[in-house]
């Protein structure tokens, strides 16, 4: 289990920026537990070039990394991560930046293209900003998060999501809290911009039968107890748990949970008790609201936690 955090500039406006960015982002992602493949085509971080040239609101990819799960599921139910590093320029925004397309899936090729059942590709794209800005990564050999591009150099001083993009990719769990190899829960919540904006994406990818996209719009299937309007009782805040859903109700994932804006200080990692267990979470604030939900019924009132350990 590991954490990672780190300010990079989102600029493809030379090579050298670029590169700093994008290998930034990729030391991000194996510091935290991701495995690189051996396939053929990858990016080389060294004489890559900038792709700061491509035509208005088209993303460009300028390269790609393989990932995989190293845990003891990934001989059964494996699990591939291809991330495309490139950069887009909307017809609004003055300059280009940098952004990612995820692509999730059971196998590879081995030359770079995700084979088996596969989510599709998401872009995750901002406008704002080419300055620095904070990126928070967590993961391990069988779990990824990562916030990035937050418009601004720390999730405490943020004001606005219209920048940053969050992805996490995770095991499906059993009743008490344990991975099982019955799906690979894959999840976007993006930024104000590109084509998936304001938009959260879910899929569900079973080791065998066809890839369900569970959530496609602005809300994570988080559910209160009723109709609750405050999470304060007592002693206790509550915080709420994720559901993969399909044409039953999964037990909850554990990357990421919802709560209330005005309960934690974003940037600030509390204890939370889920299946039993204390785990540490970091909330993630403005940086994560978007215009859209983090629950269900409950707009512009709650963000993402990102399990930080």
Known sequence: MAVDTRTLAPDPGTSASFRAWGSGIAAALQACGLTQTGDTGQINWSTVTSPNSQAVNNFLSNGYEVYAFSDALQATAPCYIRIDYGSWKSSGSPTYTCGLAVTVGTSTNGAGTITGNSSGTFQLLEQFSINPCSNYTSGSSNRISQLFNIYGVSLSGVSSSASSCYWTVERSKDSTGNDTGDFIYFAIHTSTYGPSANGTEVVLLPVSGSPITSISGSAFPAFLP??????????????????????????????????????????????????????????????AVKSGNCLVGQNGSTSLMMLWE
């Open 226 to 287: 009723g109709l609750w309007l405050q999470s304060v009782f007592g002693n206790n805040v509550y915080v709420f748990a994720h559901y993969p859903t399909d044409i039953t109700i999964h037990n909850p994932i554990m990357n990421q949970l919802t709560y209330f804006t005005t309960d934690f200080v974003a940037g600030t990692a509390v204890a939370v008790t889920i299946y039993g267990a204390t785990h540490t979470y970091m909330p993630l604030g403005q940086a």
